[in-house]
């Protein structure tokens, strides 16, 4: 079956850089996308970006330009969300999902992400 | 930037039917996709490209597009479709969006 193993939760400083993890199981890796949605406490979801696994092209939220990569590693059929320059803005649970931005089908349970001093 | 615009909230009795919109400018160009969450939980696809339903989804859920709006109906409501449940979309460079959230009661 699909499965989307995330790495565990982090507790950050303001400033710093954290970045989750999400290996893929059950399918073909090079056949979708990886895409990132991220949750704040009783908020609503926010979408991020997403990677191609086939070519590694990205496509990331206007919001998140200037700090946010996505990368893959094909040998591990592994996905990254490398966020940057952290607030408590950023507190959040971070999702990763099976799918090329839309239609995503299969998610990871989520891996919070908290920023605190 | 580009939004989608949900109503917070819609409630209904059991066996009802349930009607969630969603509005975008864009969404006669681009498909759209509806989710359901429940608390602590990962979201669950319920319908996609407008009207698709995945497999595993009951037949009580289906999708529908006319205009800028786009319709999530649930018939004969259960109380386990009580969730939160979000629109999907894109803008004009595919880039991705989510709706505000819509949450549904079960009287």
């Known amino acids: 079956q699909i499965q989307l193993v995330q790495s565990a939760a982090e507790v950050k400083k303001p400033g710093a850089s954290v970045k989750v993890s999400c290996k893929a199981s059950g399918y073909n890796f090079l056949s979708h996308g990886i895409t990132w949605v991220r949750q704040a406490p009783g908020q609503g979801l926010e979408w991020m970006g997403w990677?191609?696994?086939?070519?590694?092209?990205?496509n990331y939220a206007q919001k998140f330009q200037d700090r946010l990569t996505i990368n893959r590693d094909t040998a591990t059929s592994t996905a990254y969300m490398e966020l940057r320059s952290l607030t408590s803005d950023d507190t959040a649970v971070y999702f990763c999902?099976?799918?090329?931005?839309?239609?995503?089908?299969?998610w990871g349970p989520g891996t919070l992400v908290t920023v605190s001093s | 930037s580009y939004e989608l615009t949900q109503p917070p909230s819609v409630s209904v009795s059991p066996g009802q039917t349930a009607r969630i919109t969603c509005s975008g400018d864009?969404?006669?160009?681009?498909?759209a996709y509806w989710y359901r969450q429940k608390p602590g939980q990962a979201p669950v696809l319920v319908i996609y490209k407008d009207s698709e339903r995945p497999s595993g989804i009951p037949e009580r859920f289906s999708g529908s597009s006319s205009g800028t709006t786009v319709t999530l109906t649930i018939s004969g409501v259960q109380a386990e479709d009580e969730a939160d449940y979000y629109c999907q979309s894109a803008d004009s460079s595919a880039t991705g969006v989510f709706g505000g959230g819509t949450k549904l009661t079960v009287l």
């Open positions: 999902a099976r799918g090329n931005g839309y239609e995503c089908d299969s």
């Open positions: 864009a969404l006669p160009k681009q498909y």
């Open positions: 990677i191609s696994a086939y070519n590694g092209n990205t």
